[in-house]
């Protein structure tokens, strides 16, 4: 135990949580409206998704650490491998560990998805690695925001709801909850890359941060979550008004957050606005979860 806590905790980021379980609890009522519910694999999928969550992290916290990107400037939460709490090569057995697991247990949904599940599956799991490691790590390369876009949205919430309906083509409401979701976890990913944007320009890190510049950064970053908004009030606007005003609910929670984020938030008091995007973000997946699930 650190003064950081349990450095194994501080490395798997557990605040980060949502932005795996958000899109599965969506696939999940989504299925339910094509009355099609596998609890084994609904619980499958979810330990999965926070599996992989978790292995991104930990290969973040590695790869971050023995490249020296994180050093003593950090504005970021703590990193247990830069600050020599973990030693790399633990680390490094910790994401292997993970991964591995994610793929077994990732085994038997393959099994009962076929071959869209298996493209998922593996493709998840190579981009978990991906993001921050190999010869391209995509979050070195002003791709992060797409990459969580893609996968802690549309192809999480798709694959969630095909392995409860087996339905190859997905319809609207499918595509408009991942993509308001994926929104949400590429809006994570902007006040993340803001907030480090002048670490990673000395380190040569291009981010779409870097690319666009600190004000430009912030408007996109609103921009993806009204856009988020949207995208979750299109698809219960065919239920009922009182819907949409249930759906309003999130972004109204956090409007503080938004203006935060255009211009009077900097340094590491951006760490509690990453945190309330997140806690936008559960409760986003949490409350169009429960208007899909219950809407007639």
Not at 277 to 293: D, H, Q, R
Request: hydrophobic content about 50%; some cysteine; aromatic content about 12%.
């Amino acid at each position: 135990m650190t003064k950081y806590g349990n450095p194994w905790i501080l490395a798997a980021r557990p605040k980060t949580l949502p932005a795996g379980a958000g899109p599965v609890l969506i696939g999940i009522a989504l299925s339910y409206r094509w009355e099609s519910f596998d609890l084994l694999a609904a619980v499958l999928t979810l330990i999965c998704a926070l599996l992989l969550q978790v292995s991104s992290n930990l290969i973040n916290d590695y790869y971050d650490g023995v490249s020296g990107l994180d050093n003593e400037e950090r504005l970021g939460p703590p990193r247990a491998v830069s600050l020599g709490l973990l030693p790399a090569n633990r680390v490094k057995k910790g994401f292997q560990l993970t991964l591995g697991l994610s793929l077994l247990l990732g085994t038997y949904l393959m099994f009962q998805g076929g071959w869209p599940i298996i493209i998922i599956g593996l493709s998840s799991l190579f981009f978990a690695w991906a993001y921050t490691g190999g010869p391209f790590p995509l979050s070195y390369f002003g791709l992060g925001e797409l990459a969580a876009f893609l996968f802690f949205g549309p192809i999480a919430v798709y694959g969630t709801w095909f392995l409860q309906t087996k339905q190859l083509v997905p319809p609207n409401n499918v595509i408009f909850m991942g993509c308001g979701v994926g929104l949400i976890s590429s809006a994570l990913m902007g006040v993340n890359n803001l907030r480090d944007i002048s670490g990673d320009k000395s380190q040569g890190k291009t981010t779409i941060a870097t690319i666009l510049g600190a004000q430009g950064m912030r408007k996109l970053i609103v921009l993806f979550l009204i856009s988020s908004q949207l995208m979750g009030l299109i698809t219960v606007s065919f239920y009922s008004p009182l819907a949409c005003l249930i759906g309003i609910i999130p972004m109204a929670l956090f409007y503080r957050t938004w203006w935060q984020i255009l211009g009077s938030t900097h340094g590491k008091d951006l760490n509690t606005t990453l945190a309330n995007v997140g806690k936008y973000l559960f409760s986003y997946s949490l409350t169009y979860s429960a208007i899909i699930y219950f809407a007639h």
